[in-house]
């Protein structure tokens, strides 16, 4: 009589069950919640760092600009146009952006359909910034016309064509006498302390103070881009920091 063969073990089922499939999306949603805070943290502080280089960038080409014109600062500009909002702006419209525009590196233009256009104007934005309001008419940094000096006429360093003053020459800025009120600030010498006295700042909705505001300043950020702080470049064209009452940190 003929042998059946042995009856062979049925393989073992190798799906997940519902609730594992349940327990391992919610581990993986433990995960990406417990990541994305130190993912932000790290892309911000990314961000301040290149915001910190682009200002320390410009910095370098109002340097490069005193050096070829005996001394002066960049100017007279207008106090209502400001890094990255110059597209279609010219020195003779008083554009910061153009006057060190060779400095550093956007003296290439290119023919577009007929017109000359600059490269991107990356230098003169903060990656921050964009990142939360991603419009080339906005502007990206603040230029200080508040500060005035009362030697040389009661006018902003960078003068303005708005009242046909001239810019002051390194040697007027060195000299500057320290005209605030508040004894906590005031200079124990009487001159100011340029490396404490800010030029060009981080912009939002809240930054310009007593400095004149562009039209499209309502678009701005409610709050500092950067969270407690701004960054600045200072008179004496290092970068640093602002507490939000702009005193330097």
Known sequence: MRRLPPLRPLPLQTAFTLIELLVVIAIIA??????????????????????????????????????????????????LVYPANTTSKTVAEGSFVEFIAPYIGLSTTKQVQGAETRKAQTVTTCPALVRLVNDPKLPSFVMNFADKMEDVGNQPPWGSIKDGSQPVTVAALTSWRDDRRDQREVSANGQMNLARRWAIKDVDKHAFGDTPAPAEAGSLPDKPVHGEYRNALFYDWHVGRLDLEDRAK
């Open 30 to 79: 433990i995960l990406a919640a417990l990541l994305l805070p130190v993912v932000n943290t790290i892309r911000a502080q990314g961000d301040a760092t290149k915001c910190q280089a682009n200002l320390r960038q410009m910095g370098t080409g109002i340097a490069g600009y005193i050096g070829d014109h005996d001394g002066r600062l960049p100017g007279p500009l207008d106090p």
